[in-house]
């Protein structure tokens, strides 16, 4: 199969959606990418337009990432792009932008995070935990 991968540097531009789904953890989230450019006029740096991703998440990557992102967080996101092209009944025409997460992990170069490793028969992040019995 030919997918299109794709890598993208942004920030989480909404709380991540997770549900339980009969096939199994499914979560998704709104990704903003800005392009920064060297602005010569100005003699700064400068923003460029923003590019609004869905990103969609399955099994343990969904549940990891419901116990592990919030909003603003810098993230790099790896996966497949899908373009939808789609026209409403009214004939308005939309297109969308959908990436379906392979790896997700927090930008590093913009700051600190602490990895837990999830144990395989221990639950999720997103697992109540137990309480310590003293």
Known sequence: MNDTLVTLVGNVATRID???APTGA???FRFAVTSRFWDRQKEL???GPTSFYTVWARRALAANLA?????????VVHG???VKDEEEEDGKRWFSADVDALAVGHDLSRGTSAFRRVVKGEGT???PQKAAVV
């Open 18 to 20: 997770y549900r339980e």
């Open 26 to 28: 499914v979560a998704r």
């Open 45 to 47: 740096w400068a923003d």
């Open 67 to 75: 116990g592990s992102v919030s909003v603003g967080e810098p993230l």
């Open 80 to 82: 497949r792009l899908r």
């Open 125 to 127: 992040l997103t697992a």
